[in-house]
């Protein structure tokens, strides 16, 4: 966000202006109003989307709720698919900090089959969860129709937890828990991909069972052993 400059004094002045803020550095009361700004917009984002749906929310919708001129949402974002997923990974940034936890990792024991469940488990929780689940939903549901807007929800979204899943595998490939060889992409879309298929379409129940079961599947084929 741009520095804001601060606003010159009436002349003659009643009283002597207070001292102004160090150049290039936003004025603190504009700084924190533009911060409350920006918390209102998500805020109203992510209830709109999770309410009407991605096609029924509008710039005009999302700056009503959050009580702004459109003018301010413009300024920072170009779109309204901008304003939400910006919101979105606002949202999961400040319920890992709330609960006082590290930024989503995958973690590495040494034991890749414990980890990956760790993490399923805990992806599980995060689509049960309804702060996250009708926006995500919203955005998801939409991407497939609106190419554009999906491809920006998985670079910007998707992407970032899919190459850490990727380098789990490889952290795996070089400890001799995962064969050489293999296609990283397709073996991390063995355990992520139905999960995605049975939350979007409601094809079945998912659950930290069912995630284990994957990865268990994924990792040990379904040949004989």
Known sequence: MAAQKPTRSPRPAPAPAAPAPAAGKPHPDAARRSQRSRQA???AALALVG??????TTIEGIAARAG???QTIYRWW????DVLLEAFLDLGERLVENAGEEAYAIPDTGDVAADLKFTLRSTVDELRDPRFEAPYRALAAEGVVNEQLGRTFVARLL??????????????Q?????RQGIDLRIALE???SPLAQRWLQHTGPYTHAYTDTLVDYALHGLAPR
């Open 41 to 43: 917009i998500y805020e």
């Open 51 to 56: 309410e009407v749906g991605y096609p029924k």
């Open 174 to 178: 070089e400890a001799g828990q995962v």
């Open 68 to 70: 702004v001129g459109k």
């Open 190 to 192: 063995l355990f992520v």
């Open 159 to 172: 992407e970032p937890s899919l190459q850490l899943h990727a380098d789990r595998l490889r952290a795996a």
């Open 78 to 81: 170009s779109s309204k698919a």
